[in-house]
């Protein structure tokens, strides 16, 4: 018998299918690219560790370590990004709480004490040209309603977003007014709405250093009818909810016995 001359060329797997790209692998960079969500960089950067475990137990039948190479390193970068912008938002966040809210409790601290001086030094805007008269019917009108003012919340996550919260129904018909910034605020009688009117010309003029950041027109307390003891009263720099503010019209109205000026009857 002879041998057959072609014994042994088929031994083995003679087509040997080329080794599959990691499903996971793909996964991984494509979740990474997707940048604009937070999260996604970090579970690519997951994915991608996965897809290398497994190409590496594949016995080469998985391929695509570059690409889990490249989602993880993307992943973990779009990661440091997002961690870093959350950081700077919540220091930021904390910075202009400090400086808003900080102020404005400084500013409402020196009026409830009388120090107009103090409380001038602490604003911008055409606030700082109020008289001590001025000063005093707001604090008596607010006093008359609320009694003492007692502090405005400075930290926003613990303390300001709570006070929010409480006070969103006194909240609600100002809703929408571009030069309104409503403010919670703590009187003898509880959580109170505080308005800080912007200057809708932003006449700043010469503002002291540690100043609220916003020119400030006027600066109102919501008072339990809906309407609002005002420190400036100006006419027209921003109307309540019912358009006439805290106080009365300056309009008369016409004595329905008085006859007309038209000559009619």
Same mark, same amino acid.
């Given at each position: 018998?002879?041998?057959?001359?072609?014994?042994?060329?088929?031994?083995?797997?003679?087509?040997?299918?080329?080794?599959?790209?990691?499903?996971?692998?793909?996964?991984?960079?494509?979740?990474?690219?997707? /940048? /604009?969500?937070?999260?996604?960089?970090?579970?690519?950067?997951?994915?991608?560790?996965?897809?290398?475990?497994?190409?590496?137990?594949?016995?080469?039948?998985?391929?695509?370590?570059?690409?889990?190479?490249?989602?993880?390193?993307?992943?973990?970068?779009?990661?440091?990004?997002?961690?870093?912008?959350?950081?700077?938002?919540?220091?930021?966040?904390?910075?202009?709480?400090?400086?808003?809210?900080?102020?404005?409790?400084?500013?409402?601290?020196?009026?409830?004490?009388?120090?107009?001086?103090?409380?001038?030094?602490?604003?911008?805007?055409?606030?700082?040209?109020?008289?001590?008269?001025?000063?005093?019917?707001?604090?008596?009108?607010?006093?008359?309603?609320?009694?003492?003012?007692?502090?405005?919340?400075?930290?926003?996550?613990?303390?300001?977003?709570?006070?929010?919260?409480?006070?969103?129904?006194?909240?609600?018909?100002?809703?929408?007014?571009?030069?309104?910034?409503?403010?919670?605020?703590?009187?003898?009688?509880?959580?109170?709405?505080?308005?800080?009117?912007?200057?809708?010309?932003?006449?700043?003029?010469?503002?002291?250093?540690?100043?609220?950041?916003?020119?400030?027109?006027?600066?109102?307390?919501?008072?339990?009818?809906?309407?609002?003891?005002?420190?400036?009263?100006?006419?027209?720099?921003?109307?309540?909810?019912?358009?006439?503010?805290?106080?009365?019209?300056?309009?008369?109205?016409?004595?329905?016995?008085?006859?007309?000026?038209?000559?009619?009857?």
């Amino acid at each position: 018998m002879t041998q057959n001359p072609y014994a042994g060329e088929f031994d083995g797997d003679v087509y040997e299918a080329p080794p599959r790209t990691s499903v996971l692998a793909v996964t991984s960079l494509v979740l990474s690219l997707i /940048c /604009c969500i937070p999260g996604l960089g970090l579970l690519g950067s997951l994915f991608g560790v996965g897809a290398i475990i497994g190409i590496g137990n594949s016995r080469g039948r998985v391929g695509g370590r570059g690409v889990a190479v490249a989602g993880i390193t993307i992943g973990l970068l779009v990661t440091i990004a997002w961690i870093g912008l959350a950081v700077a938002v919540y220091r930021g966040i904390g910075t202009v709480s400090k400086l808003m809210y900080g102020n404005t409790n400084a500013f409402m601290a020196s009026v409830e004490n009388g120090d107009f001086d103090k409380a001038r030094a602490i604003v911008s805007g055409p606030v700082v040209s109020a008289s001590d008269e001025q000063f005093e019917a707001f604090r008596d009108k607010y006093r008359a309603a609320y009694g003492s003012f007692v502090s405005v919340p400075t930290k926003f996550w613990s303390e300001v977003l709570p006070a929010y919260i409480e006070i969103k129904p006194q909240m609600q018909p100002y809703s929408g007014r571009q030069n309104i910034v409503p403010v919670p605020a703590e009187f003898d009688s509880g959580r109170v709405l505080l308005l800080l009117i912007v200057d809708p010309q932003g006449n700043a003029g010469k503002a002291p250093q540690n100043a609220l950041s916003i020119p400030l027109a006027d600066i109102w307390v919501v008072l339990p009818d809906g309407t609002e003891a005002r420190l400036m009263d100006i006419p027209g720099a921003a109307a309540g909810p019912g358009e006439g503010g805290g106080e009365a019209s300056d309009r008369a109205e016409p004595d329905e016995d008085e006859p007309n000026d038209d000559g009619g009857p």
